[in-house]
């Protein structure tokens, strides 16, 4: 049986509304941090869902061990937080919060990888956009993207020359059922916006609708695509 160490912290912030909860989830095959893939995730009070489901996938070795960082999101200000565009004040404080504040704190307290090859930003729905959007804009820190069911954000945007750390590598998966079509055409909006400027993202579609089944089975596959090579 897999043995799952989760742990919730409390990060300090100067400038989002009130510190914010933090989950770590440590696969029981970690004997050096700085060795396991990380994952920052959006929606941090999924990890323990998730956790749940891909850890004995991790202990079997059908996925490889990684661990997952969860920066809780703010209900009342959700789709502020996270969709570029809609609170410049609200986007760009929990941008620099989950960027640099909670990234530095992991590194210095917990010990984790400083590698952007062997580190994914990872959200779904208005989270994927923030993960979406925040990949775009830090690729010197995030070397993979992982992103779901996108909600629509007016703020998204891939530029046409590419960053100095180069590009980060993306994939993006939707569902094709229910209210979820809605959040597969701006998914496959983003993978053609992606493929014009040259970059080849992995695109993948379940037949589901906007439900934590999809996101975590495709969240197993991605993490096997990203770091199942290492």
């Known amino acids: 049986m897999a043995i799952m160490s ?3 912290f409390l990060v300090e912030s100067d400038r989002i509304r009130e510190h914010r909860p933090v989950t770590v989830f440590l696969p029981d095959e970690v004997t050096s941090l700085a060795s396991i893939p990380v994952v920052y995730c ?3 009070e999924a990890v323990g869902a998730f956790a749940a489901e891909l850890a004995p996938r991790m202990h079997e070795g059908c996925i490889p061990a990684c661990i997952l960082v969860g920066v809780h999101s703010a209900p009342e200000v959700r789709s502020e937080e996270y969709l570029h565009g809609v609170s410049a004040e609200d986007y760009e404080a929990h941008e620099d919060f989950f960027v640099r504040r909670v990234v530095s704190w992991s590194i210095r307290e917990l010990g984790l990888s ?15 956009a923030f993960a979406f959007s925040a990949g775009i804009r830090y690729p010197e820190q995030f070397g993979v993207v992982i992103a779901f069911s996108v909600a629509r954000s007016p703020g998204i945007d891939v530029p046409r020359a590419p960053p100095p750390a180069g590009w980060p590598r993306f994939y993006l998966a939707s569902g094709t059922q229910g209210p979820e079509r809605m959040f597969r055409k701006h998914t496959l909006s983003l993978v053609q916006a992606l493929r014009r400027r040259g970059i080849e993202p992995v ?11 999809l996101w975590c089975a495709e969240l197993g596959s991605a993490l096997s695509w990203a770091f199942g090579s290492e």
């Open 6 to 8: 989760i742990r919730t």
């Open 42 to 44: 959006t929606d941090g």
């Open 114 to 128: 400083l590698e952007p090859r062997r580190t994914a930003i990872f959200g779904f729905s208005n989270g994927g």
């Open 203 to 213: 695109y993948s579609e379940r037949d589901l609708g906007h439900c934590f089944d």
